[in-house]
């Protein structure tokens, strides 16, 4: 079993910034990537970014591009996303995902383990 635990969400105005933190923690042996999602009030979940093993292939969904940043720190078992000039479409739950393997997917349901996610409201 893998835990992971998200935390960094709040409340920021318009044009603000947060770093999420997402800590990976159980059975993390071997490759893996990881994922941010996020779940809108009377929306489905849907792909935010994703980092491959090695933190050299990442990828954004175009509604965040040029605004959110990935990273992750393997030595500490972490992943971030640094969600810069905020707006209101993006509150949202936001829940990062553990998929063994390399490589990185945008479908939700090729990830093994997910967060118990953390709230991000962005006020106008």
């Known amino acids: 079993q893998v835990q992971l635990v998200e935390s960094g969400g709040g409340l920021v105005q318009a044009g603000g910034s947060l770093r999420l933190s997402c800590a990976a923690s159980?059975?993390?042996?071997?490759?893996?990537?990881m994922a941010w999602f996020r779940q809108a009030p009377g929306k489905e979940r849907e792909f935010v970014s994703a980092i491959d093993w090695t933190g050299s292939d990442t990828n954004y969904a175009d509604s965040v591009k040029g605004r959110f940043t990935i990273s992750r720190d393997n030595a500490k078992n972490t992943v971030y996303l640094q969600l810069n000039s905020l707006q209101p479409d993006d509150t949202a739950v936001y829940y990062c995902?553990?998929?063994?393997?390399?490589?990185?997917?945008?479908?939700?349901?090729?990830?093994?383990?997910w967060g118990q996610g953390t709230q991000v409201t962005v006020s106008s």
């Open positions: 159980g059975r993390t042996f071997g490759s893996y990537a």
């Open positions: 995902a553990y998929k063994r393997g390399i490589a990185t997917s945008p479908i939700s349901n090729e990830y093994d383990y």
